[in-house]
């Protein structure tokens, strides 16, 4: 670690004690930048990067909310609009009983580069809840959406921030908040993305975010003229960025044998096909069950509970060529790398938000195998969010082949930028590197431009 990324590291620890997460992606952005720091004194100068990472507004607010049984519960509720120098704050909302500022934080300073790497106009932001959606009704789902969006609403629009989905907050959640935002505002506006399709909904969004990490990993294999057909991959998460994972990976004549949840994974050995992604989607989306119905239905699939004492996760100790962590931050850990690579993957397109660990993506880039970093391969949801807000001005709707070529086009766009920018600084193939260069460098000259606000 060069000097001054150990001295900006203590002084981010002090000021932001025990967010453990936000220190983690602070630290990796960091250390990709010693170059572009060198080479551009006056960003030092101008404290670019210390602005970068204090959030420009953070918002925390308390839900109160009534349960089916009449008692009182109380969540909290968050905000962080980190970043507006490039556009409108734009990132999504999780509902998960984890949610903290610090993870927040972590999410939000990611995204500021993901938004910059779809060459749309938006800036950086997340929130959510510590609310859990799970096992809770509609009608407590629609109270709780209904109680955050009376405070959300002060602080969002759709020049302002534009919130969209991510864990625990699907179709069902975006509709209750837009209702409710739509009410206490009296205006029908774009201000969230991921909406229905006959109320300002974008095609392919649902898929995007799936869709783009696949693409990601196709043409990272384009590199070394290889393709993903007939390729092994294993895939964690069972939500929204999961199943369109297997969806395209399945179109695409790759195999995928595994699915996960937080209660444990299933390893089906004749591959995950359209029929069986079918019951999945069916389960999880409407039924609202647990992926081990997937083993006690498809014979020859097993399923393992997940032992959260252990120190790695047998989901990544299998045979196969790629991998698409696509669950939740942290999931990939030194030890899992170390399998993963043992077992013969060369390909991570990573669809969560920093699922690998500092260490686990060092093994990956000391292995020099193809590793695309969450910024880049899942940026795909927030740019198909971009071109919603894009219809959504225009008053119009583009067909599934527009907006999936489009999709196609941003992360062939992107994968090229993070090679080539991972070039021009001296790590070649690194696309860490390329992707926090190339997103800190437009950011970066943006701040310059509007001087010290
Ligand atoms: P969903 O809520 O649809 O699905 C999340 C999946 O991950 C579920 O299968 C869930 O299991 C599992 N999971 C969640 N938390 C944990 C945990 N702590 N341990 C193990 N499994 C867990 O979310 P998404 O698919 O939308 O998001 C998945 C990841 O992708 C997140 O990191 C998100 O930030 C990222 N992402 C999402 C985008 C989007 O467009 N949706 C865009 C870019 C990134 P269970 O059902 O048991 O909770």
């Known amino acids: 670690m060069s000097p001054y990324v150990s001295e900006l590291m203590a002084a981010v620890k002090a000021k932001n004690p025990a967010e453990p997460e936000f220190h983690q992606a602070v630290q990796e952005v960091a250390e990709s930048l010693t170059a572009v720091l060198d080479q ?70 990611e995204q500021v580069f993901k938004n910059a790497l779809t060459t749309l106009p938006m800036g950086g932001g997340k929130g ?11 009608s407590e789902v629609m109270r709780f959406c209904q109680g955050f969006m009376c405070e959300l609403s002060r602080h969002i629009g759709p020049d302002t921030d534009v919130p969209a989905g991510d864990i625990g907050v699907g ?27 006959t109320w300002g909904g974008s095609v392919i969004r649902p898929e995007a975010t ?33 199943q369109y994972t297997v969806q395209k990976l399945i179109s695409m004549g790759a195999k995928p044998v595994t699915l996960s949840d937080s209660a444990g994974y299933i390893f089906d050995t004749a591959g995950i096909t359209s029929e069986k ?44 060529e790629c991998a698409f962590p696509s669950a939740t931050q942290n999931e990939i850990n030194e030890r899992d790398a170390a399998n993963l690579l043992r077992n ?35 940026a795909g949801g927030v740019a198909t ?31 090229e930028v ?12 690194n696309y860490v590197n390329g992707a926090n260069i190339a997103g800190f460098l437009k950011v970066a000259n943006a701040m310059m431009d509007q001087g010290v606000v």
């Open 40 to 109: 551009h004194p006056e960003f030092r100068e101008a404290k670019i990067l210390e602005r970068m990472i204090e959030p420009e507004r953070v918002i925390m607010f308390r839900v109160p909310w009534r349960d089916d049984a009449g008692t009182l519960q109380v969540n909290r509720g968050f905000r962080v609009q980190m970043n507006s120098a490039i556009g409108p704050y734009k990132g999504g909302l999780r509902f998960h009983p984890s949610v903290n500022l610090g993870i927040l934080k972590f999410l939000a300073f």
């Open 128 to 138: 959510g809840a510590d609310f859990d959606p799970k096992g809770r009704t509609d």
């Open 171 to 197: 179709a069902r959640e975006i509709g209750f908040l837009f209702g409710m935002y739509k009410k206490l505002k009296n205006e029908f506006t774009g201000v969230m993305t991921g909406k229905g399709l």
């Open 210 to 242: 799936g869709y783009g990490a696949v693409y990601f990993a196709s043409e990272m294999l384009k590199t070394r003229k290889e393709e993903l057909k007939g390729k092994t991959c294993l895939v964690s998460g069972s939500g929204n960025v999961a």
């Open 277 to 320: 992604l079918a019951f999945v989607m069916d389960l999880k989306n409407v039924r609202r069950g647990r992926i081990s119905d997937y083993a006690n239905k498809f014979t020859g699939s097993v399923y393992t509970p997940l032992d959260r004492k252990a120190d790695h996760n047998p989901l990544w100790d299998h045979k196969a």
């Open 344 to 378: 013969g993957v060369y390909v991570v397109s990573e669809g969560a938000n920093m699922p690998s660990t500092i260490g686990a993506v060092n093994q990956f880039l000391d292995a020099k195998i193809l590793f695309g970093p969450g910024k880049a391969a899942n």
């Open 385 to 415: 969010s971009g071109l919603e807000m894009a219809q959504n001005s225009m008053r119009i709707s583009w067909t599934r082949e527009e907006v999936d070529n489009r999709l196609f086009n941003i992360m062939k766009t992107i994968h």
């Open 418 to 429: 993070c090679h080539r920018t991972s070039e021009k600084y001296g790590t070649p193939g």
